[in-house]
């Protein structure tokens, strides 16, 4: 299983972004889909998650600003990112927990990150 990430890149304050990372591979089922970012010097920290059945979580800094979204269908999760800030720069992970055809569950399988940068 592979997950690639896209839609990162270089935006003015106050603009927008949207990501999305697409899993492939042997998937039977694509069980909690999140995204996580990660700033320079700091730890890894939950940006937003996604449940099969569609309930949500976000980290309070970005309630209000971001959606995450998922399309069980094509095995993707996006976030839409508006009003970014600079505190917002990061490198953003996509993850995931999924099961395969032999029943399996797999729990917090990462994509490669993708840059995102705001500038002031």
């Known amino acids: 299983v592979q997950l690639q990430a896209s839609g990162g890149g270089l935006v003015q304050a106050g603009g927008s972004l949207r990501l999305s990372c697409a899993a492939s591979?042997?998937?039977?089922?694509?069980?909690?889909m999140g995204w996580y970012r990660q700033a320079p010097g700091k730890q890894r920290e939950l940006v937003a998650t996604?449940?099969?059945?569609?309930?949500?979580n976000y980290a309070d800094s970005v309630k209000g600003r971001f959606t995450i979204s998922r399309d069980s269908a094509k095995n993707t999760v996006s976030l839409q990112m508006n009003s970014l800030q600079p505190e917002d720069t990061a490198v953003y992970y996509c993850?995931?927990?999924?099961?395969?055809?032999?029943?399996?569950?797999?729990?917090?399988?990462w994509g490669q990150g993708t840059q995102v940068t705001v500038s002031s």
């Open positions: 993850n995931l927990d999924w099961t395969s055809y032999s029943g399996i569950l797999y729990r917090n399988y």
């Open positions: 591979g042997s998937i039977f089922s694509m069980d909690r």
């Open positions: 996604i449940t099969s059945g569609g309930s949500t």
